[in-house]
């Protein structure tokens, strides 16, 4: 009984905490669409970036968009966030998809007044299409390059 009594004063008290956190906490605002080219340094290619930025405000931005390479490549969902420090902009993007098993991780860092700088890759694939083990062959790539802001199409 005595127990009963402590969880009907506590519930209250509990539900209060959690409302009073809620009102505090920060509404995500949309700061917009951005495109941008990413130059390989070894001249291998050009991949197009086109991001959806939100903002949870202190600097933290959420990314959402995609990843297009030149050719007959089907574009590649992407996923990050970046963060604002000392005039720059620092960003890490996944990227997957297909043909195969394929996944980018993307290291970005660029000037916040131009929004263009430098990036590094890492990217993990297995374009492998006969039978094992030619299937079953996994590859890594490092790159880096060049990210410049673009007009988006």
Same mark, same amino acid.
């Given at each position: 009984?005595?127990?009963?009594?402590? !969880?009907?004063? =506590?519930?209250?008290?509990?539900?209060?905490?959690?409302?009073?956190?809620?009102?505090?906490?920060?509404?995500?605002?949309?700061?917009?669409?951005?495109?941008?080219?990413?130059?390989?340094? #070894?001249?291998?290619?050009?991949?197009?970036?086109?991001?959806?930025?939100?903002?949870?405000?202190?600097? +933290?931005?959420?990314?959402?968009?995609?990843?297009?390479?030149?050719?007959?490549?089907?574009?590649?969902?992407? +996923?990050?966030?970046?963060?604002?420090?000392?005039?720059?902009?620092?960003?890490? =993007?996944?990227?997957?998809?297909?043909?195969?098993? #394929?996944?980018?991780?993307?290291? =970005?860092?660029?000037?916040?007044?131009?929004?263009?700088?430098?990036?590094?890759?890492?990217? #993990?694939?297995?374009?492998?299409?006969?039978?094992?083990?030619?299937?079953?062959?996994?590859?890594?790539? *490092?790159?880096?390059?060049? !990210? *410049?802001? !673009?007009?988006?199409?």
């Amino acid at each position: 009984m005595r127990t009963l009594k402590y !969880i009907y004063l =506590l519930l209250p008290l509990m539900i209060l905490c959690i409302c009073v956190n809620m009102a505090d906490a920060q509404e995500a605002k949309y700061i917009g669409e951005f495109c941008f080219t990413m130059t390989s340094s #070894f001249g291998s290619s050009v991949e197009t970036l086109q991001v959806g930025v939100l903002s949870y405000g202190e600097g +933290h931005l959420p990314l959402d968009g995609k990843v297009t390479v030149e050719g007959p490549f089907l574009p590649k969902p992407t +996923h990050g966030s970046a963060m604002l420090f000392n005039g720059s902009v620092l960003a890490t =993007l996944t990227a997957a998809g297909a043909p195969g098993t #394929f996944s980018k991780t993307y290291y =970005l860092q660029g000037d916040l007044a131009t929004l263009s700088g430098i990036y590094t890759v890492i990217e #993990f694939y297995n374009i492998g299409t006969g039978p094992p083990p030619q299937r079953n062959q996994y590859f890594t790539l *490092t790159d880096n390059g060049t !990210i *410049t802001r !673009i007009t988006c199409p």
